[in-house]
């Protein structure tokens, strides 16, 4: 399994943990989830961004200390012109800001980056407490989508009122029986999150990018 596969498999294995993991210290703070807007209004940055390289220290082939290095697409927060950003995380805990480090032979993943400024390095960012990331996959239509189920942050959002179904042009949209297990893949089943191609599962649905920025300027009106 190589490491884009291994982190598509813990974001997988994070959607049966949910709700499920006792936590203490930062992390009961930070398990009762969070709300799109208030998210935007903590980080210091927002931005759409695409992995190009990670500078990591790996321990067990697990990330431990490092950096990622992402091409902003599009800049929803930020003070200053941004090309590429720096991305530092230090540690193990629940709401790490690690990426997946895209091969010789793949484009790197999107994400939906919440962040904040490295107060021991200006210039460099670390994620929120609640959590840095949300995965965003490309449509047919060339849109962004949040893809669903949302896995990176707990979000307390009604998503369900907003999902539509989408048909992904993004190699990021496949699972297959090395990336799942089968108590995953049944479970996506069950939700109608993914759907089988052959021996591939397509994930089916999302919200719409225009959507989840309306969301972090007004807050959810359905809760």
């Not at 949302?150 to 029986?177: H, K, M, N, P």
């Given at each position: 399994?190589?490491?884009?596969?291994?982190?598509?498999?813990?974001a997988v294995?994070?959607?049966?943990?949910?709700?499920t993991?006792?936590a203490?210290?930062?992390?009961?703070?930070t398990?009762?989830?969070?709300?799109?807007a208030?998210?935007a209004?903590?980080?210091g940055?927002?931005?759409?961004?695409q992995?190009?390289?990670?500078?990591?220290?790996?321990?067990?082939?697990f990330?431990?200390?490092?950096?990622?290095?992402?091409?902003?697409?599009?800049?929803?927060?930020?003070?200053?012109?941004?090309?590429?950003?720096?991305?530092?995380?230090?540690?193990l805990?629940?709401?790490?800001?690690?990426?997946?480090?895209?091969?010789?032979?793949?484009e790197?993943?999107?994400?939906?980056?919440?962040?904040?400024?490295?107060?021991?390095?200006?210039g460099?960012?670390?994620?929120?407490?609640?959590?840095?990331?949300?995965?965003?996959?490309?449509?047919?239509?060339?849109?962004?989508?949040?893809?669903?189920?949302?896995?990176?942050?707990?979000?307390?959002?009604?998503?369900?009122?907003?999902?539509?179904?989408?048909?992904?042009?993004?190699?990021y949209?496949?699972?297959?029986?090395?990336?799942?297990?089968?108590?995953?893949?049944?479970a996506?089943?069950?939700?109608?999150?993914?759907?089988?191609?052959?021996?591939e599962?397509?994930?089916?649905?999302?919200?719409?990018?225009?959507?989840?920025?309306?969301l972090?300027?007004?807050?959810?009106?359905?809760?």
């Amino acid at each position: 399994m190589t490491r884009a596969s291994r982190f598509s498999f813990l974001a997988v294995v994070a959607i049966a943990a949910a709700g499920t993991t006792h936590a203490s210290g930062r992390e009961a703070e930070t398990q009762k989830g969070i709300a799109l807007a208030e998210l935007a209004t903590l980080a210091g940055v927002i931005v759409l961004a695409q992995v190009r390289d990670t500078d990591y220290v790996y321990r067990r082939e697990f990330p431990v200390a490092g950096s990622a290095f992402l091409r902003v697409l599009i800049p929803y927060k930020a003070s200053q012109p941004m090309d590429i950003i720096e991305v530092y995380e230090a540690g193990l805990h629940a709401h790490e800001c690690y990426f997946p480090t895209p091969t010789v032979f793949e484009e790197g993943r999107r994400y939906l980056l919440f962040l904040q400024e490295d107060a021991e390095k200006p210039g460099r960012y670390r994620g929120l407490p609640q959590g840095c990331a949300l995965d965003i996959l490309v449509a047919q239509d060339n849109s962004y989508v949040l893809r669903l189920p949302v896995t990176g942050i707990e979000l307390t959002d009604s998503l369900d009122a907003y999902r539509q179904s989408f048909e992904f042009s993004d190699s990021y949209a496949v699972e297959t029986d090395e990336s799942l297990n089968p108590q995953q893949r049944e479970a996506l089943m069950a939700g109608a999150w993914i759907m089988p191609r052959g021996m591939e599962y397509l994930y089916t649905s999302g919200v719409s990018l225009s959507v989840v920025r309306q969301l972090m300027r007004t807050g959810n009106q359905h809760q």
